[in-house]
């Protein structure tokens, strides 16, 4: 019998019983919480298949693929097709994320295959997102992928496409607030990582660039950066205003940390902002730049020094008022400082 031992003074064996039943215990127990992870992956592949059921026929290879042109054709297609009780297969389609993303898989197989599932998944949220019919549940979800992107290290199975679902989606939609989404938050309790805002602004400007292979929503403006504010839908008039201040402020603080916090100061972060800020016409240079502020402040007084020649200038030159401004652009800059003393000596 297992485990029995001999009592050295009374020569009788002992133990047997109990080491047996020990035995038969962990065995036991083993068994239980095998099939307790069997139910759990069983839970899994049921809500996998669920959400997936529910996209029916668009549930497609390249939803899920690696090609990006392809991936955001099928998300586009996605966005526009008909489907019955769209919010249902939103709330399927998160809560299949929700049980999958954390997990981790030894079988290299069946990590990529999940890892894929992932990718799928989050690129049909942000066709679902993008929606009219859709509103339930996308910010708190947001706030969730706030928190994905900025631990996505601890998410193997969240790959680099998956994470850019998820700032499409903070950035494109205007379901969602402009603080902390479309702009990070950079100060407070809730301040984003520098990796973070990086990223995030990366993902603007890609956003916004009209020179790509493939186009996804740029075709027009739609963060409407270059639409004049009276030409952008009532409902969303105060969202983009209050994003191109809110760009000019994210800026400010990011090219201040030079000077103020080194460490959490990115000169990559300042020079993305930069551009977009560039490419936003309907923001004035002069709310954000410095040589434009100089330029406009030297222009404004150059313009009142011609407005105070023009009221004397004729009697002094004999040209008509009509012809001095030309005059006026010909001086040098020793001939305009001169006005003065030419006026007080005339007069």
């Known amino acids: 019998m297992v485990g029995l031992k001999k009592d050295s003074k009374s020569g009788k064996w002992f133990g047997g019983i109990?080491?047996?039943a020990g035995v038969i215990v962990a065995?036991?127990?083993k068994l239980i919480q095998k099939a307790i992870e069997n139910q759990a992956q069983a839970k899994i592949e049921q809500t996998i298949t669920e959400a997936k059921g529910s996209l029916g026929r668009h549930w497609e290879v390249d939803l899920y693929g690696i090609n990006e042109p392809e991936r955001y054709s099928a998300i586009q297609r996605l966005e526009k097709v008909h489907l019955e009780n769209p919010q249902e297969i939103v709330n399927k389609v998160e809560h299949a994320l929700r049980i999958l993303h954390g997990?981790?898989?030894?079988?290299?197989?069946?990590?990529?295959e999940n890892r894929?599932?992932?990718?799928?998944?989050?690129?049909?949220?942000?066709?679902l997102y993008e929606r009219s019919d859709t509103q339930e549940n996308i910010r708190d979800s947001c706030q969730w992928f706030i928190q994905l992107l900025e631990n996505h290290q601890q998410y193997p199975l969240i790959d680099a496409l998956s994470q850019g679902c998820m700032r499409r989606i903070l950035v494109n939609n205007w379901k969602l607030p402009v603080m902390d989404y479309k702009i990070p938050a950079f100060q407070g309790d809730n301040a984003r990582s520098?990796?973070?805002?990086?990223?995030?602004?990366?993902t603007i400007l890609s956003i916004l660039d009209e020179h790509r292979t493939w186009k996804r929503q740029?075709?027009?403006d739609p963060l409407f950066l270059k639409t004049p504010l009276h030409n952008v839908?009532?409902?969303?008039q105060s969202k983009a205003e209050e994003l191109r201040s809110a760009l000019v402020r994210a800026y400010k603080y990011e090219a201040g940390l030079e000077k103020t916090d080194n460490q959490n100061y990115s000169s990559t972060l300042v020079k993305t902002i930069e551009k977009i800020l560039t490419y936003t016409t309907e923001i004035s240079p002069v709310e954000w730049n410095e040589t434009a502020k100089e330029n406009q402040a030297e222009a404004e007084a150059l313009e009142r020094v011609f407005i105070e020649f023009k009221g004397w200038g004729d009697i002094v030159t004999g040209v008509p008022k009509s012809g001095l401004e030309k005059i006026f652009e010909q001086f040098t800059q020793v001939q305009r400082d001169s006005l003065p003393l030419l006026r007080e000596f005339y007069f």
């Open 18 to 20: 109990l080491t047996l």
């Open 218 to 220: 740029t075709e027009g």
């Open 27 to 29: 065995a036991g127990n």
């Open 194 to 202: 520098k990796t973070y805002r990086e990223e995030i602004y990366k």
């Open 233 to 236: 839908p009532c409902h969303l």
């Open 103 to 112: 997990k981790n898989f030894s079988n290299e197989d069946i990590f990529s």
């Open 116 to 127: 894929s599932i992932v990718r799928g998944l989050f690129s049909a949220l942000e066709a």
